[in-house]
């Protein structure tokens, strides 16, 4: 064998030792990772344990749940897993039902993780800690759809430090303290999984759509509100105008949207009462309504759409800042907030648009002016180019009564009227439209700055004298 052979038989060998040796150190050093079963720690009890803390029953899957009775204080009810996979509570099939609510139940009857026990319990003595094992006033039972099997939860009063309620499962002597979950679902009565939403609710495309509005303050009709139709023109496009306590004031149109949203959007902050637990004596205990049925509620309200109708009710809580309100229709009483319903204070100035006339010219068939003992009276025909009008039955020019027209525009309300000191007359001007409706403003002059008027008989505001006094001027002028 020559010499390089052997050098490369040398070399080939000792690659072959170093990579067995590589082999075996890796064997040597290599962590075992095959599966290790998971530990699991007991309880006192048998109980599993959680981070430290004691199941007291397994968790059991919502699949595996058929039903969980709840009983407190103030009610009992029982929530249905039905085979759909949906949850019902029984009795409230009519209403709809806070689901966040309904999840909540379910977390805290299927898991129940308790945060410790109760060292050295007196077993004999559980009153002291608010259960009564023969006649326990809080409890929860959960029915498993597997083998019909259940268990019961017995909860009893809060612990000294308020951190946790203490409970005990039923034929177990061990006492718990668990967490104040207990506080959103199991000690909720029934109808604390109402919605509080008195009202329906209606789509955002169809707000407008409103038909009609009318609040009563005191049992009182305060104002009526109905949906423009026709061929008059409201001038400021109100889609709505005042009809009670006068009639042809247009809406205010940033309140008006306020009105609408609160009538879409309105929805309580707690259910009081519903269904058969609402009954003519509560509502009379509540003030809503006299001994002989009459409405004696501090606020009500009525309005339609083309699908439906609401009758409300609202009483005021003192100075809380909140609402008793009740409906008629959902026959359901919630409390809600001030905020939620602000229009119930508005004042009428709020209500109707500034301008009080808003009557395009060629809507009216005359206007007729009167000031002490003189009569201006305008008949109007005709439109566009064709319009023609008379002024004391001669033909007036029709620019010269266009300005005329234009100066009644002009006249906006100034403030709310202090008192009803109507003062002396300065004019009055009826309108008759080419319908045949009739509108009567009067002016009285109230001071140097501010006129008081009236529009068939109703008033509640003032304008500006200045331009009540160029008004008149106007008019008379131009029949002279």
Not at 304 to 312: D, K, M, R, T
Request: aromatic fraction near 12%; hydrophobic fraction near 35%.
């Amino acid at each position: 064998m020559t010499k390089i052979k052997k050098q490369i038989l040398t070399v080939v060998a000792l690659v072959l030792v170093l990579a067995l040796l590589g082999t075996a150190y890796y064997f040597m050093t290599k962590e075992d990772d095959t599966p290790v079963e998971e530990k699991i720690e007991y309880g006192a009890f048998g109980e599993t344990m959680k981070n430290g803390r004691p199941l007291i029953v397994d968790k059991v899957e919502n699949e595996d749940m058929n039903s969980i009775t709840v009983h407190n204080t103030e009610d009992e009810y029982t929530l249905i897993h039905k085979k759909s996979g949906a949850y019902k509570l029984e009795g409230l099939e009519d209403y709809e039902v806070n689901q966040e609510l309904l999840a909540k139940l379910r977390v805290n009857a299927l898991y129940l993780l308790a945060t410790g026990y109760v060292e050295n319990a007196e077993l004999d003595n559980l009153e002291q800690y608010g259960i009564n094992v023969d006649d326990p006033a809080v409890w929860f039972e959960v029915l498993y759809n597997k083998e019909q099997e259940s268990y019961k939860i017995l909860v009893g009063d809060k612990t000294p430090d308020g951190t946790g309620y203490y409970a005990m499962l039923e034929g177990r002597d061990a006492l718990y303290t668990i967490d104040t979950g207990v506080e959103s679902s199991i000690l909720l009565p029934r109808r604390a999984y109402v919605m509080p939403k008195p009202v329906n609710s209606v789509e955002e495309t169809k707000v407008y759509t409103l038909k009609d509005f009318t609040l009563y303050k005191g049992g009182e009709r305060f104002i009526s509100i109905e949906k423009a139709s026709g061929g008059l023109t409201y001038g400021n496009n109100s889609t709505h105008f005042i009809t009670y306590p006068a009639y042809n004031y247009a809406t205010n149109l940033t309140n008006f949207e306020i009105l609408i949203k609160a009538l879409k959007d309105l929805n309580g902050t707690e259910t009081l009462y519903y269904g058969e637990q609402v009954t003519d004596s509560l509502l009379r205990e509540l003030g809503f309504f006299d001994e002989e049925g009459n409405d004696v509620s501090d606020y009500s309200f009525t309005y339609s759409y083309p699908a439906f109708s609401e009758q409300v009710y609202v009483m005021k809580n003192g100075d809380t800042g909140e609402y008793t309100v009740y409906s008629l229709k959902e026959n359901i009483i919630v409390r809600a907030s001030e905020a939620s319903l602000s229009f119930l204070d508005w004042d009428m100035l709020l209500w109707l648009s500034a301008e009080i006339y808003m009557l395009d010219i060629e809507d009216i068939a005359s206007v007729e002016f009167e000031y002490d003992g003189k009569t201006a009276s305008y008949n109007i025909s005709g439109t566009g180019a064709d319009l023609s009008v008379t002024g004391n039955n001669i033909p007036v020019d029709t620019t010269k009564f266009k300005e005329l027209y234009k100066s009644i525009m002009y006249v906006i309300v100034t403030a709310y009227a202090d008192d009803a000191d109507y003062g002396k007359e300065q004019l009055k001007m009826t309108v008759t439209t080419e319908k045949g409706e009739v509108l009567e403003y009067c002016f009285y002059t109230h001071t140097a700055t501010n006129s008081y008027y009236t529009l068939n008989g109703f008033g509640e505001f003032y304008v500006s004298a200045e331009k009540i006094l160029n008004l008149r001027d106007m008019a008379m002028k131009l029949v002279a």
